[in-house]
């Protein structure tokens, strides 16, 4: 069963431009969301994350937003800039067992 | 580098031969994760250490596959009799306290002939 649906696989986007992922959940007792971003090759690098009693969190170019009655959550990235160009992967997480959404490929643009 | 290691990095293996994967966390975590990933997938879940104990077995773990992490240090994961089916970048992560971020080696990855 896939508690963690990201149902854009691809996105590309202009340099400068603002990239917006999007991630919806089904298991309500995730309690800590993450987002990850992967290059081919590499294993994948923590980029932000979120408690579920908070609905925005900040860190530099990333914010991500979580609406709990929704079981959504979105990363902002502003502004994009070319090193961007990635597979992202958003995480929930319930008593320590990390479910993975499918990515979403990001394509930054000149 | 204090990160996660993993090796090998890539092992071609033919169907029906074991084969062993070593993880090295980072050396203050004492959680220690395993993952798969196909191609066009997320990392799926597989298993998990707290120290030595091992917590939670996906059910796609089958009984070929076994994981261990002695004394709660380095982790190893063994795939007998492989299978085509086991081709997969296989990850191992490793992380601190309770809603902390997990850190990521590189993976190895398995090819099945």
């Known amino acids: 069963d896939q508690q963690v649906k990201q149902n854009s696989p691809s996105l590309s986007v202009q340099e400068g431009r603002i990239s917006i992922l999007n991630c919806d959940y089904t298991n309500s007792m995730f309690d800590y969301f993450l987002w990850y971003k992967k290059y081919p090759a590499e294993g994948p690098t923590f980029l932000i994350s979120i408690s579920s009693i908070k609905d925005k969190n900040e860190d530099g170019r990333f914010t991500v937003f979580l609406n709990k009655s929704a079981k959504h959550l979105s990363l902002h990235i502003v502004p994009s800039q070319p090193g961007d160009s990635a597979v992202y992967f958003c995480?929930?997480?319930?008593?320590?067992?990390?479910?993975f959404g499918a990515g979403t490929q990001v394509v930054v643009t000149p | 580098d204090t990160g996660v290691s993993q090796n090998p990095r890539h092992k071609i293996t033919k169907r029906g031969q074991n084969v062993t994967f070593r993880c090295d966390p980072i050396?203050?975590?004492?959680?220690l994760y395993w993952y798969r990933q196909t191609l066009g997938q997320g990392p799926e879940f597989l298993t998990y250490?707290?120290?030595?104990?091992?917590?939670?077995k996906s059910r796609l773990l089958s009984d070929r596959f076994s994981a261990e992490r002695p004394k709660g240090s380095f982790s190893t994961l063994e795939i007998q009799r492989t299978e085509q089916g086991d081709s997969a970048m296989y990850l191992c992560a490793s992380g601190d306290t309770a809603n902390s971020p997990l850190h990521f080696g590189n993976g190895t990855r398995l090819t099945v002939t």
């Open positions: 050396s203050e975590h004492n959680r």
């Open positions: 250490f707290q120290n030595e104990a091992q917590l939670e």
């Open positions: 995480v929930g997480d319930s008593w320590g067992k990390f479910q």
